[in-house]
């Protein structure tokens, strides 16, 4: 998923993901539900860390 498409996305915190994972209509397997998982907190990842380097670039620029 692209930036800017996450930036539209609602922000839905970790937790609560991980109960429509776990609570949700279809039962995952324990290796669906670990890799849905580790697929979920990578995306997260990648956007703060993204968004981490667009802060201390802001800061850099001349004003």
Do not use: F
Not at 5 to 21: G, T
Not at 25 to 40: I, M, W, Y
Not at 47 to 62: C, F, I, K, S, T
């Amino acid at each position: 998923m692209t930036q800017q498409a996450e930036a539209s996305r609602p922000h839905i915190p970790l937790q609560d993901r991980l109960a429509e994972l776990l609570d949700g209509p279809v039962a995952l397997d324990k290796r669906a539900l670990l890799g849905t998982l580790c697929a979920e907190v990578s995306q997260r990842e990648a956007v703060a860390y993204a968004a981490g380097w667009n802060d201390a670039l802001a800061e850099l620029r001349p004003r």
